[in-house]
């Protein structure tokens, strides 16, 4: 309809004009006749299309309205069709649901030590235990007191008195003390470290409780400052593994500090005897040479020992110079003895204490996986604990370098004074020159007088 209006409405403009004003008024009217016509059949075209989407709505209802009826009623006919014994099985499941609740309910008031009239059939019980059971809850949910409850002290001895129930989450000894308790496997027991407090303002008494989750364990003994043994055990079985890292560390650093203290006491003696015995008759210098036995005084006794004939012979030199160096060299085996297990005692620690961190970060991290980050407190507890082992590492480790460089610079200061010794008596060179005359020097002694300018 439209499409023709738009026809007509288009022809009528793009008509000739008139050549008179008669003949264009008749026009007009003509072209207003025309296009009331057109409305008029388009009107109708639209009634007729309106009727006709009506009518199809009109049935499409009614179908849906006659298959809903004819649901419903295949269903009804369906429940009607249900076998009893179905109903029955039905029925027989509810009932052992409702006997399996109600003996719940029975398990739970007798576990709390609940009586309650169980006369009457199961739906009747019912309701009267779970009437019981929110009694019960609302009774412990509060303050209430226990006469002749028994508890443990902190040496595990059991004794008698009244005990103050706060709900189920905090309970006090019910005396003077007012000792704060908690519930272990055994029974209550006393909180270690924690002080009693009962005091009364007015009508009002305060008292000091530690709070605990029903569901968790408690630890009464968790407020007590740490003690090694306690330390120990929460960093785990590489503490034990420090532990004994630190005890060798231990011995061996107290070892060598009494050894290389007494080495060089006894050198220092020898060495005074045997100068005191170069203004000695041959006799007598050759008695008290030969009385020193000992490791410390046999490389000076070595050249000492030697006339100037020998000592100016070039192979009888070379001779005594490689026994003496050879004496040297024991000597330096005993005085860095076991300094090389300090050494690594050093560094295995740390590295020992950091392998037990990284197991405590692995545990807490699984544990974080798990349970979430809701509980931060938890989370750093678990990362504190970890971090014992590098602490303890780290603690071993220190004290052990220290001591290591302390006392190889002992056992050093100890040989280079042997080696001096030997150059000098060998060489005939001043106390503080530690190098051969160049006219004399050997292969022996260039060894012995590099070992004296390394050390």
């Known amino acids: 309809m439209l499409a023709s209006l738009a026809t007509f409405v288009v022809a009528s403009v793009l008509a000739a004009p008139p050549s008179t004003l008669e003949a264009a008024r008749r026009d007009e009217v003509t072209a207003l006749a025309e296009e009331r016509d057109a409305l008029r059949r388009a009107i109708d075209e639209a009634d007729a299309a309106s009727a006709t989407a009506t009518r199809a709505l009109t049935t499409e209802v009614e179908g849906l309205a006659a298959e809903l009826e004819r649901l419903q009623a295949d269903n009804a006919s369906r429940e009607r069709r249900l076998p009893v014994g179905e109903r029955a099985r039905a029925s027989e499941t509810q009932q052992r649901a409702l006997v399996e609740l109600v003996g719940q309910m029975g398990t739970w008031l007798s576990a709390h030590d609940v009586t309650v009239d169980d006369g009457g059939a199961p739906s009747a019980r019912l309701p ?3 009437a019981a059971a929110l009694a019960e809850v609302r009774r412990r949910g509060g303050l209430r007191v226990e006469d002749d409850a028994v508890s443990f002290d902190r040496q595990g001895a059991p004794q008698r008195g009244a005990v103050l129930r706060i709900g189920e989450v905090a309970a006090v000894a019910w005396n003077d003390a007012a000792t704060p308790l908690l519930p272990t496997p055994a029974g209550l027991q006393e909180v ?9 303002a007015g009508d009002v008494e305060h008292v000091r409780a530690v709070l605990h989750d029903p569901d968790g364990e408690a630890d ?4 007590l400052d740490p003690t090694w043994q306690t330390t120990m055990k929460r960093g785990g079985p590489l503490m034990w593994v420090l532990l004994g890292l630190g005890i060798v560390a231990g011995l061996i650093a107290f070892e060598r500090t009494i ?3 007494w080495i060089a006491a006894r050198w220092r003696a020898a060495l005074r005897r045997i100068e005191a015995l170069a203004h000695a008759d041959p006799e007598a210098r050759a008695r ?3 009385a020193e036995r000992s490791w410390i005084a046999a490389p000076l006794v070595i050249v000492s020992s030697q006339s100037a004939h020998d000592l100016e012979d070039a192979h009888g030199r070379a001779e005594v110079e490689e026994r003496a160096t050879q004496a040297v060299i024991v000597a330096r085996e005993r005085l860095f003895r076991r300094l090389s297990l300090l050494s690594l005692c050093a560094g295995v620690a740390p590295l ?3 392998l037990g961190t990284v ?3 692995i545990t807490t991290f699984s544990v974080v996986t798990t349970k979430g980050t809701s509980d931060a407190q938890m989370l750093a507890g678990g990362i504190s604990v970890a971090l014992l082992t590098t602490q303890a ?6 004290p052990a370098l220290i001591g290591h460089a302390l006392l190889s610079r002992g056992a050093r200061r100890v040989l280079v004074a042997i080696e001096q010794a030997v150059l000098r008596h060998i060489h005939g060179v001043g106390t503080h020159d530690h190098h051969p005359h160049p006219d004399r020097a050997s292969p022996q002694a260039s060894r012995i007088a590099e070992a004296a300018a390394d050390e």
């Open 288 to 290: 008290g040479l030969a």
């Open 259 to 261: 050894m290389i203290a």
């Open 128 to 130: 009267r235990r779970i």
């Open 220 to 223: 009464p003994e968790a407020w």
């Open 352 to 354: 020992a204490g950091l």
């Open 393 to 398: 590492g780290l603690a071993i480790a220190i």
């Open 359 to 361: 197991n405590g970060m």
């Open 192 to 200: 270690a470290g924690v002080p009693g407090l009962r005091e009364r």
